[in-house]
């Protein structure tokens, strides 16, 4: 099965472990709902990226997948760069002592004050997105009297074979300056005529959870060709090509996405060819992997409660975590597996639908699944959870979100401290105007 991929297995008690630690027991420690993730699994991960793309280029690990401050320190103890999106993943960055120089910023509407921050932290790359975010930039750079690198993100036109809400490289997406109408060239014009920034390159992302390499290949052909013709109007040689993220990973066990490698082989191969053929040289590559890296090593722990079943219908497990600390079910129907951590071996016996405790009909984690007889207590593991969903938590219906751990060798780490009560109360105010003394004194 393909989430056996890190140190998860099942021990002699018939029990999921990972990172040499019963899952059930990890249960009982934390608390439910829990994210576990396999330390050395992203560590392995991170490698794999690494060595697929030494000879061209960095890899920039996508935050947005899972970013926290001890996530930060391991993808720059691990040597690789990164790639966020606002101010707040900067400032999670900054905390956990990442090299600004090694940070990639990209987003569709930066602030004044995100850039602002972005510039005078002195980042590696600021990814510009629009014709605002390149005047504001220029305003930022003279004012404070800084050069600033920039890539320009192009909207290549290509629809990545995923689900529309993660396809971001189409021609009606919302991202980057258009290649097909000549906003990209208008791009690049004015981005050459600011005398505070300097045009390192450019930059795509096609989209997430991609399955199929056509799709990166065809983004990397139409960029190379872009390429040239900015050397044909410029005589400019642009040294950089980033080339986003996207790498599918397997949710379920019949899932067969594409290996680290396969994908980097493809697009230097592309690139490669194109560069020659106009005569350009190979551009440092970068690429930008989230998913890929931190989701295989995420396990959503859940304890199982109620029960409902409806005869000839449907039979309902209910959990206690649900829509608000995974909202992908909800959001893009995504589909899921599951393990009875604690019955990890039993055959299954019934076919289940797993239930958030969300008031939504659609809090459903999991549709029809055959699993062992579920019992009040039983511990439900999900695997490939380590990306965009501890990111996407919420605090729906007033639930706190989850801690997360991660294990590794024997040892459980608290990397993120379960939310409590008292978070969620912290920022809530009741207008002093309301105060029964306010209203007397206001009477008299
Ligand atoms: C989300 C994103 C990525 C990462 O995508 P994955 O599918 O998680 O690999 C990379 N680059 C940019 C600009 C992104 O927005």
Redesign the pocket.
Known sequence: MNFFNGTATINSDNQLEIGGLSVPELAARFGTPLYVMDEMLIRQNCRLWKQATANYGTVAY?A??FCTKAMCRLIHQEGLAL?V?SGGELATALAADFPAQLIYF?GNNKSAAELRLAIQAQVGRL?VDNFLELEMIEQIAARLKQQVDILL?ICPGIEADTHEY?Q?GQLDSKFGFTLANGQAMAAVEAALSKRHLRLRGL?Y?I????FALDSHAAAAKITVSFMATIYKKFGLTLAELDV????GISYLPDDNPAGVSDLVQTVVHTIRTHCATSGLAFPTLVF?????IVGPAGWAVYRVGARKEIPGVRTYIAVDGGLFDNPRPALYGSQYFAFVANKANDPAEETVTIAGKCCESGDILIKDIALPRLEPGDIIAMPSTG??QYTMASNYNRFCRPAVVFVNNGEAYTVVKRETIEDLLRNDLIPRAWDKEHLLRAAR
Do not use: C, F, M, W
């Open positions: 996508a947005k997948a790639d999106v990209n990814v993100r993660i971001t930059q992302h989209g997430s959870q991609i986003g993220g996207g790498l930008e992997p989230g998913r890929s990306a965009y």
